[in-house]
């Protein structure tokens, strides 16, 4: 069965350093979002993309997150400098329709 | 503005019994409502997804229900297993054009 794959699994890094996260998608799935879900809470959208198009990315924190899909099919996010409060886990989906299939996810711990 | 709330925010049952989730939301313009179930340090699985013209969903021992007017929702987990343990997610959509509202979940431990 086709899965959504993301690395790293964990990551721990010190604040201001810079850090990225890769997603694969379930192949054929146009639509990509990047989540960050912390500990007790539901997860927040953080950017969507249709193909290589961004189509919401009301919630992404520009002045550090980056988010790409440049061909359309995998995708890294990107948080540079890194802070203390950006610890949390990093979920990517993709979706055919309106079930979105979800990877692992990246649990970061910024120190 | 959408809310999602689930009350309790966890919730320990003897392995057999039969038990309900439950998924509040403020705005009952909703397009479809969906049930994740979230296993420790892991992504989230789609269980069940109940369009808005759609009174309940079941899948295997999982029933979910929706009430639009009360802007209530219900998973009902039938002669519960200790692999049932997990937090369970609703989510709600405003619609096919918007993005999904989270409630924070139900954590549930299945004692055997």
């Known amino acids: 069965e086709a899965e959504v794959a993301q690395s790293p699994r964990y990551k721990i890094t010190e604040k201001s350093q810079a850090v990225a996260f890769w997603c694969d998608p379930i192949?054929?799935?146009?639509?990509l979002y990047w989540y960050r879900q912390i500990l007790g809470q539901g997860p927040e959208l953080l950017v969507q993309?249709?193909?290589?198009?961004?189509?919401?990315d009301s919630q992404l924190p520009k002045d550090r997150f980056s988010a790409e899909r440049l061909k359309g099919v995998d995708s890294t996010l990107k948080i540079q400098p890194a802070e203390l409060g950006d610890s949390a886990m990093y979920l990517c989906?993709?979706?055919?329709?309106?079930?979105?299939?979800f990877g692992p996810g990246t649990r970061l711990l910024v120190l | 503005k959408q809310e999602v709330t689930q009350i309790p925010a966890a919730l320990s049952v003897p392995e057999g019994e039969n038990l309900v989730l439950n998924c509040s939301f403020t705005?009952?313009?909703?397009?479809?409502l969906q049930w994740f179930r979230q296993d420790p340090g892991k992504g989230l699985t789609s269980l069940l997804l109940i369009q808005s013209s759609q009174r309940e969903q079941t899948s295997g021992r999982l029933n979910a229900s929706l009430d639009k007017s009360s802007g209530r929702s219900t998973l009902y987990i039938a002669a519960s297993q200790p692999g049932d343990s997990a937090t369970y997610l609703c989510a709600v959509r405003r619609g096919s054009n918007y993005q999904l509202i989270w409630g924070a979940g139900t954590k549930l431990i299945i004692k055997p």
């Open positions: 989906a993709s979706s055919l329709d309106e079930t979105q299939y």
């Open positions: 993309f249709q193909d290589e198009s961004v189509v919401d």
């Open positions: 192949s054929g799935h146009a639509t």
């Open positions: 705005d009952s313009a909703i397009y479809n």
